[in-house]
């Protein structure tokens, strides 16, 4: 594959996002369908309530319709685009259902915690038996090249990263532009590696996430024009944890994504001291809230949040 066409699933996929949203958001105006800010996030959010939402979408059909378009074009057989646009496809439907019954139907809790969870394993199911149709994987690649043999274990494996991400980009996605600025930054690093190790079927997807996300960061950075939904961040998370697998470079993901694990960290130890202690560590969780409150202004948090995620990628990016 020649390395100039790379530059084309990139170009289209922001090019079918960005010539999506201006739909999506009147849409969503005319039939007077917003986000509806919860009573308990911070105050100042509450000008952001009938912000337009599920922009997602956008983005799922920028992503999918590139990712397969050049694969069919590059004439690529391997399965791997199909793969992981299926897995970004079932959890954007799971996203889809919570926030149209947030949205739509007007019930704010959407689909309780068990429905969502069971329906993320069984797409990280899905996900594994499709996998083993592609590659034998059974082993987790750990740093230093040390390699953990989980054998018949590697599904708890799938499901937990699966599952586990994609819960923590949409922790993320709690202020203007900070994941669709974080997780371009993701998807970039994990394309250069795909492109390091030759396989363009891969980095076909990630380059059309990258184009997509950059295109909806234009209409989600403050003050924000559309919201991306659960539809778009479940889908993000367990799209970034499908192609960590596929490289067989997962522990990569934990500093790659490292907002991700910081976000979700940040609710598992308030939660916990709230339960233990009936004390709060941070002023509000996840962590971006707590920065917030101190006075930190979103696009402050974006900038730096999104500099760290930067940075981190450098230096996975060494050690490979």
Partial sequence: MEQTNLFY?????GLVTAGLMPAVINYFKRKQLGQITKEKGPTWHGVKSGTPTMGGVSILVGIVFSSILFALLFDYHSGTTLLLSFIFVVYAAIGFVDDYIKVVMKRNLGLTSL??????????????????QLI???TVQLPFGIELDLGIFYILFVLFWMVGFSNATNLTDGIDG????????????????????SQYDVALFTLSAMGALLAFFLFNKKPAKIFMGDVGSLALGAGLAGVSIVLNQEWTLLLIGIIFVFETASVMIQVTSMKTRDKRVFKMSPIHHHFELV??????????????????????LLTI
Avoid: R
């Fill in 295 to 316: 006075g930190w202004s979103e696009w402050k948090i974006v900038i730096i949040f999104s500099s760290i995620t930067l940075i981190a990628s450098l230096l996975v």
């Fill in 136 to 138: 034998d994987l059974q």
């Fill in 9 to 13: 699933p990139f170009l289209l996929g």
């Fill in 178 to 197: 900070l994941l669709a600025s974080t997780g371009f930054l993701a998807y970039g690093a994990y394309t250069v590696i795909a492109i390091w190790q």
């Fill in 115 to 132: 429905q969502k969870l069971m329906g993320q394993i069984v797409g990280a199911v899905i996900f594994y038996f499709g996998l083993n």
